[in-house]
């Protein structure tokens, strides 16, 4: 059964979550939610959560010369989440995050920028709906292990014991499973990469309401297993900065003492600054350049970068990429 859920009572990462399961699954009731806020209206047709239901009702609506407006206010959605989330562009593994949005932007929007696209780079624009729906089941086919494992690790959170390390490295393992980029043996790896950046997206997205559920951000447990968990978790949660900042002031106790923890809060410092436009401390994230290179984000100012690291076990000079 599917639980009645009002249509502004949810976060909209949980309305993501909604449609972005299996082929042959539907979602564990705890995350179905309609979202009325897509103007394509399939999410509300697909209560279900069918990834290929909505791909292909997105398809059919992309490809329609009288319904461009979709595809406009998909890509505003997508550049409003470039404004506020700039870590997507800055990290080259999530270039196709940033192409179609960061995690904050509704699903709809970004599997419309997907199939947009999919089909202007093909030029098959004019091809038959039928081939384009047969050309998406296809390269939906070829993420079926990933599908499977969301849809398998939502009903894992649903039931999970917050205060069970094993909880905690699941957390880890899911997301790095997710985050992979798997090879796949068409000619369509853009559409692939895109594909597998919105299904790592409602994982990060899972997992960070996972953390705000569990309550331990205000008590950080003792246990290493569920403190590298929390602050994994958190470190990825770039679409939700106000856990992150929750994260970080967890961990301010742990800052340049020397202990693994600290390094955390290196790491969490220096990706909060990044998100909220001011320079890193710790020298632990790298930025595109304005020439097209790619090497550590701004600094602060001042002296003392080797000595702030290797307080936060750290090695003295930044890594560059």
């Not at 995350?31 to 394509?40: C, G, K, L, M, R």
């Not at 697909?46 to 909505?54: A, K, P, R, W």
């Not at 550590?296 to 003392?304: F, K, M, R, Y």
């Amino acid at each position: 059964m599917q639980r009645s859920v009002a249509y502004n009572s949810v976060p909209k990462t949980t309305i993501a979550l909604s449609a972005a399961i299996i082929v042959a699954g539907c979602i564990p009731p705890s995350f179905y939610v309609q979202a009325s806020n897509d103007p394509s209206g399939c999410e509300l047709e697909f209560g279900t959560g069918q990834l290929s239901d909505l791909a292909i009702c997105l398809n059919e609506r992309v490809v329609e010369p009288g319904n461009r407006t979709i595809v406009e206010q998909a890509r505003e959605l997508r550049n409003q989440a470039r404004e506020v989330s700039p870590i997507g562009r800055r990290i080259p593994e999530r270039a196709a995050q940033f192409a179609i949005g960061g995690c904050e932007t509704p699903l709809w929007a970004r599997l419309t920028i997907t199939l947009q696209q999919l089909y202007s780079v093909h030029d098959a624009s004019n091809a038959p709906r039928i081939e384009h729906n047969s050309l998406l089941l296809d390269l939906l086919d070829g993420h079926a292990d990933k599908l499977e494992l969301l849809r398998r690790h939502i009903e894992f959170l649903d039931e999970a014991d917050a205060s069970g390390p094993r909880t905690w490295q699941r957390l880890v393992e899911v997301d790095v499973a997710m985050n992979a980029t798997l090879p796949h043996a068409d000619n369509f790896r853009t559409t692939h990469d895109r594909i597998s950046s919105i299904l790592w997206c409602e994982t990060v997205k899972a997992n960070a309401e996972y953390v705000r559920s569990s309550d331990f951000l205000s008590n950080l447990p003792d246990d290493p297993t569920r403190l590298y968990g929390i602050w994994y978790t958190s470190q990825h949660a770039d679409h939700d900065l106000d856990l992150q900042r929750l994260a970080l002031e967890a961990l301010q106790p742990f800052a340049e003492s020397g202990d693994r923890p600290s390094m955390y809060f290196a790491y969490l410092y220096d990706r909060v600054a990044i998100g909220e436009g001011r320079s890193q401390r710790y020298g632990t994230q790298s930025c595109f350049q304005a020439d097209g290179s790619f090497d550590l984000c701004p600094l602060e100012d001042g002296l003392e970068l080797a000595e702030r690291r290797i307080r936060s076990g750290l090695s003295p000079t930044p890594r560059r990429r």
